[in-house]
């Protein structure tokens, strides 16, 4: 851990916060304020030459934020954090800064619905070519780099089809031509997984899922080397604007104290419901990290804490025998997102991956019987009974 604490449960809770600075408040202020007043010309002058430390305007720093920030960057063993206003604004601020017109960027093989929407825009605007890899080995990852790759972008779990990518093979290749890795932790988390001690560069967060927790926020983070970010920090943050509010960091530092108590428990349901989804004759393939029958189960043995709270599934039958279970669940919510103490269920060809054409959807394997679990903290046998109730009925 790059902050005080050696051990994730105690730096969750204390890293990043001095409260004796802050009055003795127990939990951080909220720092509402858009901008902070000078004590004279001069020091306004020296802190916007960069010349002092300080306060200028929120969209360039606020205390609350940098809380969260430093919180994270403790965590996830980096040198420096920054918040933004949603996953997506962290993954464009990062891209953006990483890339000018006609560069390449290899991608891991599927890749959040949203995120693929990005990528598909700057190739159309700034003609930057993608290529799609598996990342299985470090020939097939060679073999996928061309002289003008300036970024490798990979997620692990691939959202929604949990494909992992062996992070540590993939920065080692990226190392012999100094191309820096970006890697998607939304799925894992820093309890989990850790991309930068694996030899990653940056690492992104949707901080609107485990990060927060609780289904209140949306909001983006990314995490490591201090010269990067603040580059990124006096670039693309500070003049595409996409910043996280302080009330925002307020619910993201609070939702974080909990988040090695929820991951486990998120983790233990997941296990068990992957059980009784197995034995179910309705129930075709299921994708899941730590599942022995996965392929990439030592991947995901080697760099995944446990096997997260995630599983994908196929529905043995038709796109409407998919969605009439999903009409038919009782307290599982039918919504997208994921990582709230709610468990959620969605639909990724007609959801979250809707905006992916359907050639490329069929690619990552993204079918029409394909479900989505985001396993909640409820008790698990009520989980399963649900599901079951209504798998029962297709
Ligand atoms: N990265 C991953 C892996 C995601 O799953 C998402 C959102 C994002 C980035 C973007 O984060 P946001 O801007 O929404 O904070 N994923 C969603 C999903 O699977 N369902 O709804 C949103």
Redesign the pocket.
Known sequence: MSGKFKRFETAVIHDGYDDRKMLGSLTPPIFQTSTYTFDSAEQGERRFRGEEEGYMYSRLGNPTITILEEKMAALENGEKGLAFG???AA?SAVLVALTKANDHILCSSGL?G??FGLLSMMKEKYNISLDFSDMKTKEEVRASIKPETTVIYV?TPI?PTMQLVDLKMVAEVAKEKGIPVVV?N??SSPYLQKPLDLGCDVVIH?A?KYIGGHGDV???LAIGKRDFLGKVAMTTQKDMGGVMSPFDAWLLIRGLKTLPIRMDRHCDNAEKLLTFLNDHPKVNHIYYPHDVNNPDYHTGKKQMKKGGGMISFEIKGTKQDAQRFLNRLSFIKLA???GDAETLIEHPATM?HAVVPEESRRKMGITDQLIRLSVGLEAWEDIWKDLEQSLDQI
């Open positions: 949603s996953g997506m993954i959040y949203c995120t997620e959202n998607d939304t799925f949707s609107t949306i909001g983006g997208v997102s994921l979250t």
